[in-house]
């Protein structure tokens, strides 16, 4: 999906245990990069693009992105939109869902304290390697080297959108223009998959994003904007 994938397990298991637990995680990505990447024509979802797999034909995790994306499309106005491209690409939603998966079957193998990330999406359960909360510094818009927040806690997906390392790749659906008003959003809730989306549509929505963002039940979110303003719910799990 042209991002880097990360792991960090905590638990106190033998190494060989955290081996296998480590390569099922990196094989888990692989098969949904080989199936939803949209930079390999041979993928799954390029080939249900061009018609050349029917969705009665498609796989089962397919079929779920693609009815998940119909939900968030929805559940959002229709700010996150697969299609705003023009071509099918559930990106918005398929990386952090897979990092959600992944924790999932982590959590379900008898590892309880990990983080997962996937291009600087994370979902983080249990501990850190030090006993504590895990710390989520969330990247400062115009400083690489900074941060703007700093998170903790032990059962969280955390998701930001921005355009500060890929410039302004989040289009608003209606305009089909590149969205502004937003420099970077991020979303914290405990399915990363939905986290990830809904700060796509947010970042797409432009300005009107924050107000949106206020009324999302189960969520929290900061936002900083072109601007340079910076808002945050009052229940964001900052550090002290």
């Given at each position: 999906m042209g991002t880097a994938i990360t792991l960090d397990l905590a638990d106190d298991l033998p190494p060989a245990a955290l081996h296998e637990l480590a390569d099922?995680?990196?094989?888990?990505?692989?098969e949904v990069d080989a199936r939803f990447s949209t930079y390999q024509p041979d993928s799954e979802v390029c080939?249900?693009?061009?018609?050349?797999?029917?969705?009665?034909?498609?796989?089962?995790?397919?079929?779920?992105v693609l009815e998940a994306c119909a939900d968030l499309w929805g559940a959002?106005?229709?700010?996150?939109?697969?299609?705003a491209t023009g071509r099918l690409d559930p990106s918005g939603f398929v990386k952090g869902w897979a990092a959600q998966v992944a924790s999932d079957r982590l959590l379900a193998?008898?590892?309880?304290?990990?983080?997962?990330?996937?291009g600087g999406d994370l979902r983080v359960r249990g501990l850190s390697p030090a006993g504590e909360p895990w710390r989520i510094g969330i990247q400062h818009p115009w400083d690489a080297m900074a941060t703007c927040l700093v998170l903790a806690g032990t059962d969280l997906a955390v998701a930001t959108s921005g355009v500060y390392e890929r410039g302004r790749h989040v289009l608003d659906p209606?305009?089909?223009?590149?969205?502004s008003g937003l420099r970077s959003v991020t979303v914290v809730g405990t399915?990363?998959?939905?986290?990830?989306?809904?700060?796509?549509?947010?970042?797409?929505?432009?300005?009107?994003?924050l107000g949106w963002l206020n009324g999302l039940d189960g969520h929290t979110h900061a936002v900083v904007t072109d601007d340079a303003r910076q808002y945050h719910s009052a229940g964001l799990p900052l550090t002290d």
């Open positions: 099922d995680v990196f094989a888990w990505m692989r080939r249900f693009d061009r018609g050349q797999v029917l969705l009665s034909e498609a796989s089962a995790e397919l079929r779920f959002t106005d229709g700010f996150f939109d697969a299609y193998a008898g590892a309880p304290n990990h983080c997962v990330n996937a209606r305009r089909g223009a590149p969205a399915d990363l998959g939905v986290a990830d989306a809904y700060a796509t549509a947010a970042l797409a929505m432009g300005a009107t994003g």
